[in-house]
């Protein structure tokens, strides 16, 4: 029995250690995929979930280089937890939006807020010169939304709305709400620019870059 652990053991020393981060399948296999690309240094990095990661910002922004770390599914705790290999590569710019998967995942505001707070303070210090802009969460639309747990948890995103903004006003990133560009007069997310309630058609995606350029966070 001894020697059958021991050749066991030393299978197992021989292969390839798996990373898993906790945080789901799709995480890990998209962070495989983020470090096997690699990126510049120097770069513009739109961050977060599936919000992000569904966008064509190249194509949009026109701006170079241009690097998306959007998630589908991903939390403030992943995006802090990754958020070190990206100021590896000392980004010019940071476009961050998170908290929705948080809440819908029943985390309190508080502590979502706090993450956040945790990554514009580790962006100031590790490349104090990088233009940080924390976008407003899109808070869902409660009637056509296809998605049962985030369900009336928008007085929620309000809230988390605020803090954002409370953070932004202390000097920690610029602030980008979008809240005048994609809610109706309900607060909430307008039909017209959703699919199922939370995720965008692609003129959402126009309408957000039209602001940031409008703004002159990108170039035109």
């Known amino acids: 029995m001894k020697r059958l652990v021991m050749i066991l053991l030393a299978v197992m020393a021989t292969l390839p250690a798996l990373a898993q981060s906790g945080f789901g399948d799709y995480y890990d296999c998209r962070l495989a995929a983020h470090r096997k690309a690699g990126m510049p240094t120097g ?18 922004t026109k701006e170079s280089p241009i690097v998306n770390r959007g998630i589908g599914g991903d939390n403030t705790r992943g995006m802090l937890a990754r958020l070190p290999e990206i100021l590896d590569f000392a980004p010019r710019k940071i476009f961050l939006m998170a908290g929705v998967n948080d809440l819908s995942g029943n985390r309190p505001v508080e502590e979502v807020a706090g993450n956040v707070r945790k990554m514009l303070e580790m962006i100031r210090e590790r490349v104090p010169g990088c ?36 953070m932004c006003e202390e000097g920690l990133a610029t602030w980008v709400d979008l809240t005048p560009l994609m809610h109706n007069e309900q607060g909430e997310l307008k039909e017209e620019l959703t699919k199922d309630g939370i995720h965008l058609h692609p003129e959402a995606y126009e309408i957000w870059v039209a602001h940031l350029k409008k703004m002159k966070y990108l170039r035109k």
Do not use: C
């Open 43 to 60: 770069a513009v990095v739109w961050m977060g979930d599936s919000l992000t990661e569904q966008a064509w910002w190249g194509f949009l």
């Open 131 to 166: 233009q940080v802009y924390l976008q407003s969460v899109i808070t869902p639309n409660n009637d056509v939304l296809a998605y049962a747990y985030i369900k009336n948890k928008q007085h929620l995103m309000r809230a988390l709305n605020k803090e954002y903004q409370a």
